[in-house]
């Protein structure tokens, strides 16, 4: 159990345009979620909690407009790289929380943004 | 002040040697969990092992078992019999207080090679 998958795995887009990445929860039920943007060789960085049925809370420092989420149902949430330019490019990994196990974050297995 | 320092750039290991994975961190919290997370080259986050910091004994999975020292503020992956597929980055993470928040917070993560 706690399978956590993104779509997509991995997109190239053009400077300007907007790039939604998709994660779900597939075989539970998630309340909070996290999104986690990670450069080559460094660690995770929180960018945001989100939460089902309500605004995402923003680490500081994210542009809440340019990473815009959107947590509609308990086995979904959406992050959205809107104007997406190159220096957005980089992994973006999603987890959420399993309601038996709150300890506990399952990762998604990331996707990989270039913006050229 | 970094919270999670995990003081091991990179690590070499010769096939089926333990090894062990270093984490200190730092909270003033009573309260919090301390988590072991490996990534691979595909980029996917494994959850391997939890530690309570009200637990007593020390956490073990399989072959992973957590070095807990609460007084020196570490807790140190410890991998038995190492594997050629144990080559990976492995982050250590805190989840401070009772916040129902469950942010974790990364260490900078450890580069492991497995020699054959």
């Known amino acids: 159990g706690a399978v956590v998958s993104q779509h997509p795995s991995r997109v190239i887009c053009k400077s300007g345009t907007s790039v939604k990445i998709e994660c779900r929860s597939l075989?539970?039920?998630?309340?909070?979620m996290f999104w986690y943007r990670q450069f080559p060789k460094q660690s995770l960085m929180l960018m945001a909690t989100?939460?089902?049925?309500?605004?995402?809370?923003?680490e500081q420092g994210v542009e809440k407009d340019k990473f815009l989420i959107n947590h509609a149902s308990l086995t979904l949430s959406t992050l959205t790289v809107t104007s997406a330019h190159p220096e957005d490019s980089s992994f973006y990994i999603c987890?959420?929380?399993?309601?038996?196990?709150?300890?506990?974050?399952?990762f998604g297995p990331g996707t990989r943004l270039l913006v050229l | 002040a970094q919270k999670i320092t995990q003081t091991q750039p990179g690590m070499f290991v010769q096939e089926k040697e333990a090894v062990t994975l270093d984490c200190t961190y730092d909270?003033?919290?009573?309260?919090?969990?301390l988590f072991w997370y490996k990534q691979p080259s595909s980029g996917e986050m494994i959850f391997l092992i939890y530690?309570?910091?009200?637990?007593?004994q020390n956490a073990t999975e399989g072959r992973y078992s957590l070095n807990f020292q609460k007084a020196r503020k570490s807790a140190n992956l410890v991998i038995s019999a190492s594997q050629l597929g144990d080559s990976a980055m492995y982050f250590c993470?805190?989840?401070?207080?009772?916040?129902?928040?469950?942010?974790?917070?990364f260490g900078s993560g450890t580069r492991l090679l497995v020699r054959p």
């Open positions: 987890s959420a929380v399993a309601g038996w196990n709150q300890e506990t974050q399952y």
């Open positions: 989100s939460n089902e049925g309500s605004k995402a809370t923003y």
């Open positions: 530690q309570g910091s009200y637990d007593e």
């Open positions: 993470a805190m989840r401070e207080g009772e916040d129902s928040s469950y942010k974790l917070i």
């Open positions: 075989d539970f039920q998630a309340t909070t």
């Open positions: 909270t003033s919290d009573q309260s919090y969990g």
